[in-house]
């Protein structure tokens, strides 16, 4: 089946330090990408959408200049957390996007566990 | 918009007992309807969806759900629950027009399980 890995899977780092975290289909091509945030006890919100060679599309209230998203390639995002304080500390889940017929399925990651101190 | 209600946000059931986890969306056109389980500090897992067709889904695990456009409803069951199935379940929601992009959750159900 189609996996979709997540590295790294926790993290801690200090406040104003930046972090990335990478996600990668392993055995399919990926034209999109999405990234979601979980906050405990909640459900996933959507971050953004990320196309292979094109900017991402943020949803509204989602920073672009402190959450940054590279799609460089079809198996490949990554999300960089810049310049991370503590209210950015959640769970963030990657899913890649498989193209069907009439449905596109996502494959979701493990999930990074971000703390930031 | 699209909003996904899942007025549970615990189910405790015993062992070998029937369980049903409720989802009622909101839309003002056609809908694809998923459910995802999601175990503790992984991603999410998709359990069935809804595209067209037959109302009744069947998924893994052995677990069901029926859609019900009148009620707006696509509850999750299961005849006999094990205590491996002790997790979160999301219910969500998508535009056809997405293709089953731009998901929509609802806030999760913790299943427990007890012996």
């Known amino acids: 089946g189609a996996v979709v890995s997540q590295h790294p899977s926790r993290v801690i780092c200090k406040s104003g330090t930046s972090v990335k975290i990478e996600c990668r289909s392993l055995d399919f091509q990926a034209t999109t990408m999405f990234w979601y945030r979980q906050f405990p006890k909640q459900s996933l919100m959507l971050m953004a959408t990320s196309n292979e060679g094109s900017k991402a599309t943020y949803e509204q209230g989602v920073e672009k200049d402190k959450f940054l998203i590279n799609h460089a390639s079809l198996t490949l995002s990554t999300l960089t957390v810049t310049s991370a304080h503590p209210e950015d500390s959640s769970f963030y889940i990657c899913?890649?996007?498989?193209?069907?017929?009439?449905?596109?399925?996502?494959?979701f990651g493990p999930g990074t566990r971000l703390t930031v101190l | 918009a699209q909003s996904v209600t899942q007025l549970d946000s615990q189910v405790p059931v015993f062992e070998e007992a029937p369980v049903e986890l409720r989802c009622n969306y909101s839309?003002?056109?056609?809908?694809?309807l998923f459910w995802y389980v999601q175990y503790p500090n992984q991603g999410l897992q998709l359990l069935l969806k809804y595209l067209s067709g037959s109302t009744l889904v069947k998924g893994i695990n052995g677990f069901e759900a029926e859609f019900n456009k009148s009620q707006t409803s696509f509850h999750l069951r299961k005849p006999s629950v094990h205590i491996s199935d002790t997790a979160e379940y999301f219910c969500?929601?998508?535009?056809?027009?997405?293709?089953?992009?731009?998901?929509?959750f609802g806030t999760g159900t913790q299943l427990k399980v007890e012996l």
């Open positions: 899913s890649a996007s498989l193209s069907g017929v009439s449905y596109n399925e996502q494959f």
């Open positions: 969500a929601v998508s535009d056809p027009w997405w293709g089953g992009n731009k998901l929509t």
């Open positions: 839309s003002s056109v056609s809908v694809y």
